[in-house]
């Protein structure tokens, strides 16, 4: 059986290419579904403008990644904008989904440590150097790597990530049958869809999502020990 993974990918050109060449690479294994995101396509122009409209994009991520487990994003920092870097995409989705870890590409990474740090890196302080390195910390980049690489980067994380754990598995399940309602075990989310639980469980954004998962293991260990004493 195929594991399913779903992908972000967010840059100012198409990424078509290095998209069928993971595909291709991982067909026998994965299932995978991409989602790319181009910031230079013309939807996400200002009206009668070349600039990169931020409201537009950050409507069209949250429309994509709406009612999916994204398993890694990742986002080229050089999006060609003069106001919007590849840390910038960070934040916006994680303004949408605050758990999401990310690879963050570029061809020139000078470019990439001077804006983080606030200059070049030979003539940054420690403490400067060390404020940057927090600041990608903090953002969930799991590494900063060169652009040629990074499809072979991908394909070895997908190959090593395993994906199983409670809460994606039980995500993945819930999305599945999303529209249904919950009714038992858990009267606090009584009527809420599977989307809707899926969704706090994915963003973390309800400490409550911890004690659901706990009440439906519960329940699952309490129906196997009724079936298995006949």
């Known amino acids: 059986m195929k594991q399913k993974r779903c992908i972000l990918v967010i840059d100012d050109k198409s ?16 299932d995978l579904d991409f989602i790319a995101i181009r910031t230079g396509a013309a939807e996400f122009k200002k009206d009668d403008s070349e600039d990169l409209d931020i409201v537009k994009l950050k409507t069209e991520i949250e429309s994509r990644i709406k009612g999916k487990h994204l398993d890694i994003a990742l986002s080229d920092f050089d999006l060609e904008c003069p106001y919007f870097t590849g840390l910038d995409a960070v934040h916006m989705v994680h303004d949408i989904r605050n758990n999401v870890s990310f690879f ?44 040629a690489d990074y499809q072979e980067i991908l394909i070895d994380y997908l190959k090593k990530d395993k994906g199983n754990s409670v809460e994606h598995r039980l995500a993945s399940l819930l999305r599945a049958n999303g529209e249904m309602k919950f009714e038992s075990c858990f009267p606090e989310f009584k009527g809420m869809t599977f989307n809707e639980i899926a969704e706090m469980i994915d963003s973390h954004s309800d400490a409550r999502s911890d004690e659901w998962i706990e009440a439906v293991l519960a329940q699952t260990i309490a129906y196997l020990v009724k079936v298995n004493n006949g």
């Open 15 to 30: 990424q078509s290419a290095v998209i069928n060449g993971i595909r291709s690479k991982l067909s026998k294994d994965f």
């Open 104 to 147: 963050v590409y570029s061809g020139n990474w000078n470019k990439v440590i001077a804006s983080v740090v606030g200059q070049e890196f030979q003539k940054a302080s420690i403490e400067e150097l060390v404020g940057g390195v927090n600041k990608l910390i903090k953002a969930q980049i799991i590494d900063c790597i060169e652009r």
